[in-house]
């Protein structure tokens, strides 16, 4: 009996005889058709992008960059040499970086933009992703480095970042974090208190001297879809003075354990799962418990947190039922935008559940013997209406979630 081909199973041995299934959970060898006619598959190119990827010389810096001040304590633990205790999946880090290359050539070759130079001072050093020179600080070139648009006003200093598409909508919402804005304001400021370093390759760079910078640039770029966003802000002289005295306090303390940590943790934040240091700044994680647990050192900082969890939960209430209320009252809106922000759904599809009677025809019409198993639903309805207990075991291999409850204790 032959199967037709849409009912045919991928665990399926074809002949002119028809279709036999397997009787073992795990097919036979013979019965997998590889997709390629090779004994070996094929070499990955992850493990060669790793390597090339810790070859960097920004993988391979010992001091400070102006990158690395993302959060005080990393910094802390780069500034005093300690060794990274976490690797960490890099993949999409490198996609980032193989993008990241390619945005700066185009810059480079059909803009004429200076781009992947060092600014370095006697505390901190960074490779600026690109330089946009006003008309009157490009003159001061040979014609060939001139970019072939000036800035129209002042010199620009941009930062390219790319960012997954879960991170998309927070960037067109609010922008660049705190920590990129210091990031660049880094950069800007080595560039108009020191210039251009003056090392091989950027010689005639260097003898510009300061470059009286105007305007920061961050050039987001979506790694699904490819979709840009630009965001552009004057140079501010406090935010850069800020930004230095962040520095300042990294470099002044005397352990990376006395710096505040800038993030949330492990499971909570994405900056913290990927860090270099999260177990030596978080611990090692212990069954059963998550990383934060470890803040809480005594019966203070307990009652102090579970005071703030009572307060957080009771100003969270009224917004949850707002938010609700507010759900309910765009049911039913088309799609669109509407002021500052755009409209869309998801979901709404049906379903999809395993054809069992369909299941069933296919094991037939093969002349193999349909599995049969107790209906545990149909089971425990008939005990519970003859009024017999239902009968359960305890698994100790799975675990229900833990919930937290809070009560307002009676005073004596």
């Known amino acids: 009996m ?19 299934f397997p009787t073992t959970r795990a097919a036979p060898s013979s019965w997998r058709t590889p997709l390629i006619n090779t004994h070996e598959r094929p070499v990955s190119l992850w493990p060669a992008a790793h390597a090339v990827d810790a070859r960097r010389p920004r993988s391979l810096q010992a001091k400070i ?22 690797s960490g999946e890099k993949r999409k880090a490198i996609i980032g970086t193989w993008l990241h290359a390619g945005i700066l050539s185009a810059a480079r070759e059909e803009l004429g933009w200076i781009i992947e130079h060092r600014v370095e001072d006697g505390t901190i050093r960074g490779h600026i992703d690109a330089v946009q020179l006003d008309s009157e600080t490009a003159s001061r070139l040979p014609k060939r ?39 660049v304001l880094l950069y800007a400021d080595l560039l108009r208190t020191e210039g251009f370093a003056n090392i091989r390759g950027q ?32 140079y501010s002289v406090a935010r850069a003075s800020a930004a230095r005295w962040w520095v300042r306090q990294v470099r002044q303390a005397r352990s990376p354990e006395d710096l505040p940590r800038d993030f949330d943790g492990p499971g909570l934040s994405a900056v913290c799962d990927n860090c270099p240091f ?5 611990g090692d994680i212990v069954a059963g418990r998550r990383p934060q647990s470890v803040l809480i050192r005594d019966d ?47 979901g ?65």
């Not at 010199?155 to 804005?181: F, H, M």
């Not at 209320?325 to 869309?344: H, I, M, T």
């Open 145 to 183: 480095m001139r970019p072939r648009l000036p800035a129209e006003e002042a010199t620009v200093v941009e930062d390219v970042k790319t960012k997954s598409p879960y991170q998309w909508d927070a960037v067109l919402r609010y922008g660049a974090t705190n920590a990129e804005i210091r990031q």
């Open 348 to 412: 709404g599809n049906p379903v999809k559940t395993d054809d069992v009677d369909a299941m069933v025809g296919l094991y037939r019409r093969a002349g193999v013997e349909v599995p049969m198993v107790p209906d545990a639903a149909a089971m425990k309805a008939q005990l519970k209406a003859e009024g017999i207990p239902v009968p359960v075991r305890l698994d100790h291999e799975h675990r229900t979630a833990v919930s937290i409850n809070v009560t307002v204790r009676e005073k004596s």
């Open 2 to 20: 032959t199967v037709h081909p849409a009912h045919r199973s991928p665990n399926c041995e074809y002949a002119s005889s028809g279709c036999r």
């Open 65 to 86: 960059g102006a990158s690395d001040t993302v959060c005080a304590r990393r910094a802390g633990y780069l500034l005093h040499g300690r060794t990274p205790t976490d």
């Open 203 to 234: 010689r005639q760079l260097a003898r510009l001297g300061p470059v009286n910078v105007g305007r920061i640039r961050f050039r987001f770029i979506n790694r699904d879809s490819g979709d840009d966003h630009v965001q552009e802000m004057p």
């Open 278 to 282: 999260r177990t030596a700044c978080w």
């Open 300 to 346: 203070a900082d307990r009652e102090a947190a579970l005071a703030e969890y009572v307060a957080v939960s009771a100003e969270m209430k009224p917004l949850k039922e707002r938010l609700k209320f507010l759900r309910a009252q765009l049911d039913g809106s088309e799609p669109g935008a509407y002021g500052d922000n755009v409209l869309s759904w998801s």
